[in-house]
């Protein structure tokens, strides 16, 4: 999630679970702790200029679970040999730094980047992806909670106002899980009348809300992409199919930062040439054409690839005009789609982009 929003969860445990008279320390201390996995970004930029690497080693080690309750009870043991507050309340302050540490990479779970949680066993990273990385319906209530307990100190008004900061905020979350099972029925229905039942895929909710949800689902020629959105559609799930040089992608499929990246998207990427390079997408975030994460893997050389430095390329998208539209589709169903029947999903003779519906047709395109 985003920096504000580990911020104030954190400072919003500590501070409910903290002494009343210690509020404003705990407050200060939990947002410090909420933030602090987060920070490791800057020894992994400072150990590899690999973009992959990046991307892969961010959210392993300080936000394992099987690591940070150690991490917490060191910075806890150096308090209190320090005296103050800490020493005065030792074990509400041992769950308060505690509980403010390990919310963060459980929150994290809940998108869809991939958090290690139990690092360094070699689990592939969870990927919940119930909430997109900026929700504001999740972080008001918190933030709510906190400023409201930084102005009453100790007063009576504080932590009942933490307590439902922290209940609305877990109330969300858990709709958010509601909303991805209704998605995901939907999603499965479509697909399996599209012989598309036991093709790999994802849904994850498009920015800012958990109202309209994008699903992935994979195929021998690339991918399916569609929309549902809670509001609005009530018919069979529309996808639209689109293409990947899955030929090439077997040709460098060994290739150390494929494999990293397989691993760590599970397999959820595109391959597409562009110019004399394989550029590898990260289909998770972002929507076709657009992604967030796109790196260049290999090099063209003669009929085949050569492996490259991997390097992460950006190139511009409308994000203003994609934002409004979602906002549309959110409350409008798309128009009407022709159907195809199942042998074009099989890949005869459909087009590239193609809209195609979960509704089962006996006639041919």
């Known amino acids: 999630m985003d920096s504000l929003t580990q911020i104030v969860l954190g400072a919003a445990v500590a501070a409910a679970i903290a002494p009343p008279q210690h509020r404003r320390a705990a407050l200060l201390a939990g947002a410090v702790l909420g933030t602090l996995p987060d920070l490791d ?12 690497q990046r991307m892969t080693w961010h959210r392993s080690v300080s936000h394992s679970l099987l690591v940070l309750p150690f991490v917490a009870w060191a910075i806890w043991a150096w308090c209190r040999s320090r005296g103050g507050r800490v020493a005065q309340a030792p074990l509400r302050w041992f769950w308060a730094m505690q509980l403010a540490l390990l919310t963060h990479p459980v929150l994290d779970a809940f998108t869809v980047y991939g958090t290690q949680l139990f690092w360094p066993l070699p689990l592939k990273p969870a990927m919940w992806s119930s909430v997109f990385i900026i929700d504001p319906l999740y972080t008001v209530w918190l933030l709510l909670a906190c400023a409201v307990a930084w102005l009453a100190r100790a007063g009576r008004l504080a932590q009942p106002a933490l307590l439902a900061g922290l209940a609305l905020s877990s109330l969300y979350l858990g709709g958010s899980l509601l909303a991805k099972a209704q998605v995901e029925r939907e999603a499965e229905r479509a697909l399996a009348q599209l012989n598309l039942a036991d093709a790999p895929r994802f849904s994850v909710p498009m920015p800012f809300n958990t109202l309209l949800w994008r699903v992935v689902a994979m195929t021998p020629e690339g991918f399916v992409e569609g929309e549902r959105s809670l509001v609005a559609d009530h018919g069979p799930m529309q996808f639209r199919e689109h293409a990947s040089d899955v030929r090439a992608l077997a040709q460098i499929y060994d290739y150390p930062s494929v494999q990293r990246l397989q691993w ?10 562009r110019g004399d390079q394989l550029v590898l997408s990260d289909l998770r975030m972002g929507a076709e054409p657009d992604y967030t994460f796109r790196f260049a893997v290999a090099a063209r050389d003669g009929n085949g690839w050569r492996e490259m430095p991997p390097q992460q390329l950006h190139w511009p998208w409308q994000a203003g005009r994609r934002l409004g539209a979602m906002w549309q589709r959110i409350w409008h169903a798309p128009p009407g789609s022709r159907e195809v029947s199942h042998d074009s999903m099989a890949g005869k ?3 590239t982009s193609s809209v195609v519906t979960g509704t089962a047709t006996s006639q041919r395109p």
């Open 41 to 52: 970004v800057l020894p992994v930029n400072l150990l590899t200029d690999d973009p992959v």
């Open 349 to 351: 003779n459909v087009a």
């Open 264 to 273: 760590f998207n599970r397999g959820f990427m595109k391959a597409e040439q």
